[in-house]
């Protein structure tokens, strides 16, 4: 699995989970969905290194799916820290704050950035990774 697919799948479970809490109130789901964000962040373990390890294990001989397609801006990783986890616990912090501060004025914010994970899946142009690279974060 890809970063890019892994984004499709960000941006749909969002939304899906949006949707569900739309219809009966209950947030627990997206506290997961943030925690699992935040982990990743945290300890760099991301899904797709970890399902893709597992499938080269199972099968060694098979082309290894690095992204190479992701558009990147060059440039000298001055911070050791992933833009992929970067994003991610930007992506967090987003999302907790409609979360925990005035949900009935700030609603749109959650579905903007599942809109935007999905349409950065989709297309594989992700402006904030491509940001942070230009930041320098690796």
Excluded: Q
């Amino acid at each position: 699995m890809t970063e890019r697919t892994f984004r499709i799948y960000l941006g749909a479970g969002l939304l899906l989970l949006l949707y569900i809490t739309a219809i009966n109130g209950n947030t627990h789901l997206i506290l997961y969905y943030i925690g699992l964000l935040v982990f990743e962040g945290i300890t760099s373990w991301h899904v797709p290194k970890i399902l893709t390890a597992l499938k080269n294990k199972a099968n060694p001989n098979e082309f290894i799916d690095n992204d190479s397609s992701c558009r990147k801006i060059p440039s000298i990783a001055r911070i050791p820290f992933e833009a992929e986890s970067a994003m991610r616990l930007v992506v967090a912090i987003i999302l907790v704050i409609p979360l925990f501060f005035s949900a009935e004025i700030l609603w749109i914010i959650p579905w903007f950035v599942a809109s935007m994970l999905l349409l950065a899946g989709v297309t594989n142009i992700c402006p904030m990774v491509m940001f942070f690279r230009w930041l320098g974060f690796r």
